[in-house]
């Protein structure tokens, strides 16, 4: 793939201490497409929504990692007010799943399922709508004991199985799980965003489930969510540079 290619197929995680710290980032990275911001960072700037707009007047596509994960009617209320600003992603967990209902299955609004109701907002709005599976930094030790004795690609399935049903177009998931996705039909038009990326060598720090980020394209991802590997970093231009370059060689799956 190209460098323009590859660089809106990353995702940097901003997980920075406040809003200057975000500048500093922002200006060492003229070349960042997509940046994801989420519900704890925009607590700790103290701005209100206003930083999605900031970041989208600077051009950039933003992820909303809201992690949104309530019973639906507070969820439609913390979705509903960040839908109204200039967020390109939006996720909710898939413990937001509530009744199985779609509106034709029930005569009663409050009784349609709460991820339905998330993905239809996003929808609507013209926001990407994503879900999130199983976090990356579960091993399969945690996933087995929080899920009732299921592997991760059980459990992610279970979820990926519902959000298709319900109209999400997007999915959070381990590099891990790409492939047991990828490999039914029925989830074909799903975009795959994978966290749990690392660099051949690098540390996994606080992440479980991971690949490279060339294996995790080279599998299907459709993108991939960076955070330490750049964070951190006393140049981030060449840290983003160097996940650059591992993109643009790897090899893509088959179309």
Not at 20 to 44: C, E, F, N, S, T
Not at 62 to 78: A, Q, Y
Not at 185 to 209: I, K
Not at 234 to 243: C, G, Q
Request: hydrophobic share 40%; proline share 7%.
């Amino acid at each position: 793939m190209t460098r323009d290619e590859a660089l809106m197929r990353i995702i940097w995680s901003a997980d920075v201490p406040d809003w200057q710290a975000m500048l500093y980032y922002l200006d060492a990275m003229p070349d960042l497409r997509w940046i994801k911001v989420d519900r704890a960072g925009i607590y700790r700037f103290d701005m209100g929504l206003k930083p999605f707009d900031i970041l989208a007047d600077r051009g950039l596509k933003t992820f909303g990692d809201g992690k949104f994960i309530e019973v639906p009617r507070k969820g439609d209320d913390m979705a509903g007010s960040w839908s109204e600003h200039p967020v390109h992603m939006m996720n909710c967990m898939g413990g937001m799943l509530s009744t199985g209902l779609l509106p034709e299955e029930t005569d009663k609004p409050d009784k349609v399922d709460g991820l339905y109701r998330f993905a239809d907002l996003c929808n609507k709005k013209g926001i990407l709508s994503c879900g999130v599976t199983v976090l990356t930094s579960k091993s399969p030790e945690m996933v087995a004991a929080e899920y009732n004795g299921r592997n991760p690609t059980e459990q992610v399935l279970f979820y990926v199985e519902w959000m298709a049903k319900f109209g999400f177009t997007d999915i959070v998931c381990s590099p891990k799980e790409i492939k047991a996705i990828l490999c039914n039909p029925e989830f074909a038009d799903l975009s795959l965003n994978t966290p749990g990326v690392r660099s051949p060598g690098a540390e996994t720090q606080d992440q479980s489930r991971v690949d490279t980020p060339a294996n995790a394209i080279a599998n299907g991802a459709r993108r991939i969510v960076v955070g330490s590997e750049i964070t951190g970093k006393p140049d981030p231009a060449a840290a983003l540079e160097a996940i650059v370059e591992q993109l643009m060689v790897a090899e893509l799956p088959a179309a």
